[in-house]
């Protein structure tokens, strides 16, 4: 849905018996241009049927992991078993709870379910998600836990020394918690999970809400283990170079071993798949449609948060109803947004940017009709 489409269907949602007329004088557009998003509107399913009879809002729920990452970064050189001035930043992390945001950002409505404790620490966390227009009313705050920590100590070079995680609060997010939420589940358009939740809560969930749509997020290499027997319940999975080996059984050395690795993979039941390349791009297939998108050159102003902002730019393309290679340069073109804006985390996405890079991506491509 674009931004001028929500204006239409807000305007509606509040209005059933809304003119187009009404319409284009509160908007101050053309009334043949209500009729295009009214008739965009119907087409995408948001509206369904004459007399402006309105679907629920689509969402997106996202479930997993939710953190306090606290890094600490000396002045000078890194001095073991001594104080060091330096500097402290706090931030809020977290595979799930990072997807969410950056769904969030560019115009879709997100749904966290997520854990966190009964400190101050989960309610920054949890008010801060609700500032960015996450709703957390279906995350819970668990009394006498500690929210997920993250603590890293860097060197002068920024590189990490020593890190200490405390994230244990998540072994207690079980099928109980899945269940009470059930209705939650089943009404998203599409449900996005991380491998940092229990496998037998995980298990349940993919295997007993089978109509919907779940996107996996492998986290890491330990992580991404507790799918090899759930790949078909899955509709989307992104993992990188060697998560599609682990998930494959194959070394991934050549392209060629991208795609074959890639085919093993749906063969197993995965729907859609996206393997990341990191500098080369992305590698996509569904059974049919199969390619490699490679991002232009660009200077990384930061390292992290791509692979948090490529779930978000498939999550778009999928709400656009897009093929899957479109949905593949949109996550490409949401992770270069996130990597070349440096620091400011407020301003890294949005759909004017991720469009903006969309167009440089397919140039880059050489794909002048897609």
Do not use: W
Request: aromatic share 6%; net charge positive.
């Amino acid at each position: 849905m674009t931004d001028r489409e929500k204006d239409v269907f807000d305007l509606i949602n509040s209005n059933p018996l809304v003119s187009q007329e009404e319409i284009s004088e509160r908007l101050k557009i053309a009334r043949s241009s209500v009729a295009v998003h009214i008739s965009n509107l119907m087409k995408k399913g948001y509206i369904l049927g004459k007399g402006y009879v309105l679907k629920d809002a689509p969402y997106t729920a996202v479930l997993g992991g939710a953190n306090i990452d606290i890094e600490g970064t000396p002045i000078g050189s890194l001095k073991m078993r001594d104080s060091n001035p330096g500097i402290v930043n706090k931030s809020f992390g977290g595979v799930a709870r990072n997807i969410a945001e950056n769904i969030s950002k560019i115009g879709i409505d997100t749904k966290l379910l997520t854990l966190v404790g009964d400190d101050s620490h989960g309610n920054d966390l949890l008010d801060y998600c609700r500032k960015k227009g996450i709703d957390t009313s279906y995350s819970l705050s668990l009394q006498g836990k500690s929210t997920s920590t993250y603590i890293s100590i860097l060197d002068k070079n920024k590189d990490m020394a020593v890190a200490i995680s405390h994230m244990d609060i998540m072994t207690k997010m079980d099928i109980s918690f899945i269940t009470k939420r059930a209705s939650v589940i089943q009404g998203s358009s599409l449900c996005v999970v991380d491998t940092n939740i229990p496998f037998e809560t995980l298990e349940y969930i993919l295997k007993n809400f089978i109509k919907t749509k779940f996107i996996v997020d492998t986290v890491s290499l330990e992580k991404s283990k507790k799918i090899k027997n759930l790949l078909p319940y899955i509709d989307t999975l992104k993992p990188n170079k060697i998560e599609a080996e682990e998930l494959s059984g194959i070394n991934i050395n050549t392209k060629q071993d991208v795609e074959k690795a890639a085919e093993i993979i749906v063969e197993k039941g995965v729907k859609n798949i996206f393997i990341s390349l990191g500098k080369e791009g992305v590698y996509y297939f569904n059974g049919g449609d199969k390619g490699f998108i490679k991002p232009p050159e660009i200077e990384v102003t930061t390292a992290t948060g791509a692979g948090d902002a490529f779930i978000a730019g498939v999550i778009y393309g999928k709400s656009e109803r897009e093929n899957i290679k479109k949905q593949a340069i949109y996550g490409v073109s949401a992770s270069i947004a996130v990597l070349t804006n440096g620091k400011d985390r407020e301003n890294n996405l949005n759909i004017d940017k991720i469009n903006k890079i969309f167009k440089e991506v397919k140039r880059c491509n050489s794909m002048k009709n897609i």
